[in-house]
């Protein structure tokens, strides 16, 4: 027989329900397990999350996979491993909740940091030595920059061979990149986006290879109650199921989309990910654009005349939304550390969801001609 996709492999991976066989997992409600469980305390594990890790382990091509209450909750695990004196090196482009996270942390425990713009050769050469992990996002949040994560671990390695490699893939998504594959130690990311997809539950998970690494990334889950309650896991395996689905309509869409925001005179650039067979084999949900200059402060009038795009900060879910990255995923840096990372006011972040193209398109053109209407009034 063939062999199958990981999306199949993924979809039929089901625990063990050796007397009841339903077709889909019931949520195991419930905090504690009778002695002769194989299964302890729903703070160590649960079937509902046992299920989550070993379809997702499929799509991240890894042997360990630990689910969490959010992403920032999986970087916050992560995060835990290093000590006092270590250093930590992120890079420039990142998210702004993980930026903040990286900084008080490290300067909480007395840990270097070391911001670097590993989207440039240059940049990758500078990994300082005597680093004890990098972390960093590809694409990037924002400006969905891509970093070569081979070339990052190798550069990393040479100069501190102990050096963990840490990758956010949450805007790939395992379906279109697999970190581990590609040279990294670990693969974390916010099942809240696409994992999800529908707005309604938050989670993170943890993907990795390392046998000791893998237990002692579950003991410090265990110890800080860091775990997915059974509910969220049950909700996001069962999205799960159409992952593949939604991301193969949400990359249709993003070309469709991409190819209409090329033809406006009121966008200066638009920003889309380099996509590789080594690394990124498809993308698909997020762009960023920036206003031409004469629009620069348009963003407000913008906003008012999109009827299918919520405002805010969700994103990579079912239905489209369009967010300021400056009032709302970096909302939390002070202006200087926006500007020193390229982020102004005029830039625009558009997440596409799994309305007809065509009415997306419609919906935007009407808002972008708004904007000469208005200056003609003016
Ligand atoms: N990583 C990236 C790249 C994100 O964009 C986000 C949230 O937007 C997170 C991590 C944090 O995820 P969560 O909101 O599930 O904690």
Redesign the pocket.
Known sequence: MNKTHPETEALHFRINNAETHPVATPIYQNSAFTADSPYFYTRKSNPNNVEFEGALALLEKARHVISTT????A?MLVLQQLHPGDHLVINQYI?G??YKLFQRYTEHMGITLSIVDLSEPSGRENIPDNVSMVIF?TPT?PFLKTIPIKEVSDIARGKSPGALIVV?N??ATPLFQNPLDCGADISL?????YISGHSDV???FIALNDDTLAEALLETRFYSGAILDPNSAWLLRRSLHTFPLRMREHVQTTQSLYHFLKTRDEIKIIYYPEKSTQQLRDYGGILFFQFSEEHQHSYAQFIQSLTLFDTG?G?ACVSSMVAQPWSG?HASLCDSEKTAMGINTDLVRLCFGLENSQDLIADLETAFLSLSALETHE
């Open positions: 959010t992403g920032m909750s970087i998210y909740c993980s996002e949040n956010d949450t805007w990311a916010s099942a809240t986006k938050m989670g993170g900060t994103m995923s």
